[in-house]
C-alpha cells in the first residue's frame, strides 16, 4: 500500500506579527513553550509557532485526537562515524 506524502509550504507575509497569533499559543505543550520563548527574533517565534499550528491540527485529524494530545519531540542521534 502506497501512503501520499504531503509536503507544506507556508509563505509568511512580512507585515504579521507574533501577537496576531497569541490564540496559537494554547496549542504548545510545556516544552515547545520554553523553546518558543527562547527564540529572541520575533519571525524565528513566528515560524515555530506556525509550524505547529498547521501540523498538530493535521496530525490531530488522522488519529481521531484533540490537537493538545499531540507531541511533537525531538531526538537527537548519535553520529556512529
Known amino acids: 500500500m ?5 509536503v507544506l509550504y507556508l509563505k509568511i507575509p512580512e507585515n504579521i506579527k507574533i501577537s496576531d497569533f497569541n490564540w496559537g499559543l494554547n496549542v504548545l505543550d510545556e516544552e515547545e513553550q ?10 524565528k517565534k513566528l515560524e515555530f509557532l506556525l509550524g505547529r499550528l498547521l501540523v498538530k491540527p493535521l496530525f490531530a485529524q488522522k488519529l481521531d485526537l484533540l490537537v493538545n494530545d499531540i507531541l511533537l519531540k525531538k531526538i537527537v542521534l548519535e553520529s556512529h562515524m
Open 34 to 43: 520554553v523553546e518558543f520563548y527562547s527564540y529572541l527574533v520575533e519571525h
Open 2 to 6: 502506497q501512503e501520499r506524502v504531503a
